[in-house]
């Protein structure tokens, strides 16, 4: 066996990061790789020799002792008696790529399933108060015929002679052992002769499910809901995913959203807001009459208290808010205008004369 520097091999620095290490590592694993170079012993030693190097130095502490006392801190001694073994040496992330689509199988064993987003869109008022929606989703479900198991009804699945049923095969060459997917069963584990005619073999297949999701109130446009274990199925009885709901909450024609209050902009009337006056209003539920103050300002607000939206995750709700505006009627008669004309008059405020274009600079438009 070589005594050569561990870095030496591997062609680092003797202050190289383990990222450093792993790619000097594999590139050299890849060019010595026993299944590239078949009967090459030339190749099946470099390959070793690396191998060894890379385990030592990739384990901080055996690399430790190395630095202070060189071979002998490692326990390796000539012509053999190396102290790590190599079947515990995980090389499918170095090797993942050579082995090509073959590489990742993690044999026949049971994979989660995946997790499914949905988006739904709702109206204001089902965000304000809550909703039960109906929702039909394409998901995988396990095939009823087969079971699952992949295998036509009266079949079953014939567990891979060539791996029996691990799904991945163990090479050995001198030294070195290397694992990866069983290409007999293409790292299933499990060989079925007669395909289930309703999945075609794969144990799941797609159906639509009609659903009911309960929607809390007080969501609002963004709100992701988990619905666990409503994603697809589970290949080989693996858990199922989860249903990722994603809400979209609709504008409304009159109110707006301020965290959990609803406005409503009302346009009252100017005699109102000088005199006062009762003043009936939309709410999401029945309409409700509100009094308008005398002297009521624009812009000030009146509460009505629980008319908001649910807040989330919490007991109450918030408050429907009705803030103040002034009513311009849009086409005044002759007789609406005389009366304000006499109005400025007595109040001094400066309004254009009968028939007369203003000569002013228009501001508004
Ligand atoms: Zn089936
Ligand atoms: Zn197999």
């Known amino acids: 066996m070589s005594r050569r520097d561990y870095y030496e091999i591997l062609g680092v620095e003797r202050q190289a ?23 090459d012993p030339a190749a099946a030693e470099h390959f070793k020799e690396a191998s060894e190097a ?16 060189g071979h002998a801190g490692v326990g390796s001694s000539p012509g ?27 044999g ?23 909703v039960e929606a109906p929702l039909v989703l394409s998901r995988l479900e396990r095939c009823a015929t087969c079971q699952g198991s992949g295998a036509e009804k009266g079949t079953k699945p014939k567990t891979c002679p060539a ?22 069963c293409r790292g299933e584990g499990k060989i079925i002769e007669k395909p289930c005619g309703d999945c075609e073999g794969e144990g799941r297949r797609r159906e639509s499910r009609d659903l009911k999701i309960r929607i809390p109130a007080g969501v609002e446009t963004g709100s992701r809901l988990r619905l666990s274990g409503e994603g697809d199925a589970g290949a080989n009885a693996g858990a199922r995913g989860d249903l990722y709901v994603v809400l979209t ?16 902009l009302l346009e009252v009337p100017f005699p109102t807001l000088v005199l006062g006056g009762e003043m009936t209003v939309p709410t999401l539920e029945d309409p409700e009459k509100i009094s308008i103050p ?40 002759h007789a ?12 001094g405020a400066p309004v254009e004369p009968r028939g007369v274009l203003g000569k002013a600079k228009k501001i508004f438009s």
């Open 17 to 39: 990061d383990a990222g450093q290490l792993k790619s000097a590592y594999r590139r050299l694993a890849l060019q010595h790789h026993p299944d590239r170079n078949p009967n």
């Open 54 to 69: 890379y385990a030592v130095l990739s384990d901080p502490e055996k690399r430790a002792r190395f630095d202070r006392f």
């Open 80 to 106: 053999g008696g190396f102290g790590f073994d190599p079947s515990s040496f995980d090389l499918s992330d170095l090797f993942g790529e050579i082995f090509g689509g073959l590489g990742g199988g993690g």
């Open 108 to 130: 026949g064993g049971p994979s989660p399933g995946s997790d499914l987003m949905y988006r739904m869109e709702i109206s204001f008022s089902d965000a304000a108060y809550g």
């Open 163 to 184: 791996c029996r049923g691990a799904g991945r095969q163990r090479f050995s060459q001198g030294f070195l052992t290397v694992t990866r997917p069983c290409g007999n």
């Open 249 to 264: 909450v609709a504008d409304h024609d009159v109110f707006a959203r301020e965290g959990d209050d609803i406005v409503l």
């Open 294 to 333: 005398p002297g009521t300002r624009v812009g000030s607000e009146i509460r009505l208290r629980g008319k908001g939206f649910g807040r989330l995750g919490q007991r109450g709700r918030g408050d429907l808010v009705v803030r103040a505006s002034v009513l311009v009627p849009a086409s005044p008669s």
């Open 336 to 347: 609406e205008k005389d009366a304000l004309r006499q109005y400025a008059e007595m109040t």
